[in-house]
């Protein structure tokens, strides 16, 4: 069942979702990535980041931004570190910037395909998490190219590990938590369209585009690249 990427749909990318039942799923995903310790290796990466590169002021996107939360983890972890940071969210779900912004995250908010973005629009770092899987290969090979093109430092992507254990660990947790119908219908099938270690190596090699893969716990990969 999980020998290749899956590409059945989440109900997260259906256009007709109403505000309230993006926001409540967008509610549970907050607590997803909070207790799957997903903002961590995404601010362990920008302390390298940080490290090799000398930047004390970054300019930082979020693809797929969703409610912001992760933003939020980066403007804490900015203010530890004595980083300026100008930080911006991009989610193509009209809802998404709403629940951002009113949950405070302190960020310029794009409403957009990240496609469609201003062509002249360019960050330090762009990275994203829990996005990629939402794309087939052929739109993932054209964002890789397009995530090497706007990044002047580095681009990160955490997504998932596509493995049987999570699949059947998320499984059972979203329904012991009472999830969110969108969540529980998602949490599965997002980890049936995510990634194997041969899947990134492929896509890079399509894109053309040089990167480190890293496992990391609990069960994401961290593709990304850092210029220094
Ligand atoms: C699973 S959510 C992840 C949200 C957030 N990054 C997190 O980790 O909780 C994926 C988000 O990507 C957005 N998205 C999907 N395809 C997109 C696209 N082509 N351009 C911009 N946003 C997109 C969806 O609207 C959704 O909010």
Do not use: K
């Amino acid at each position: 069942m999980l020998h290749a990427r899956s590409s059945a749909a989440e109900w997260m990318d259906d256009a007709a979702a109403t505000e309230a039942e993006f926001a409540a799923a967008l509610r549970d995903l907050a607590r997803i990535n909070r207790m799957s310790l997903a903002y961590r290796p995404v601010l362990r990466w920008l302390d390298r980041l940080v490290a090799r590169t000398g930047a004390t002021r970054l300019s930082v996107l979020d693809v797929g931004a969703g409610g912001g939360d992760m933003l939020r983890a980066i403007a804490r972890w900015a203010a530890q570190r004595g980083v300026v940071v100008e930080l911006v969210g991009l989610d193509r779900s009209p809802w998404a910037g709403r629940y951002a912004l009113a949950a405070g995250t302190p960020a310029r908010w794009i409403t957009a395909d990240l496609f469609d973005l201003d062509p002249a629009e360019r960050f330090d770092v762009v990275l994203c998490s829990l996005f990629t899987h939402h794309l087939p290969d052929p739109v993932l090979v054209r964002f890789l190219q397009w995530a090497e093109a706007r990044a002047r430092l580095g681009w990160l992507i955490s997504d998932l590990h596509r493995h049987p254990l999570p699949w059947g660990f998320v499984w059972a947790a979203v329904r012991a938590l009472r999830m969110d119908p969108m969540v529980v219908h998602d949490s599965t099938v997002s980890i049936a369209r995510s990634f194997i270690r041969a899947d990134w190596a492929r896509l890079l090699a399509a894109a053309g585009v040089a990167a480190e893969i890293r496992w990391t716990f609990p069960f994401r990969w961290l593709v990304g690249s850092i210029r220094a």
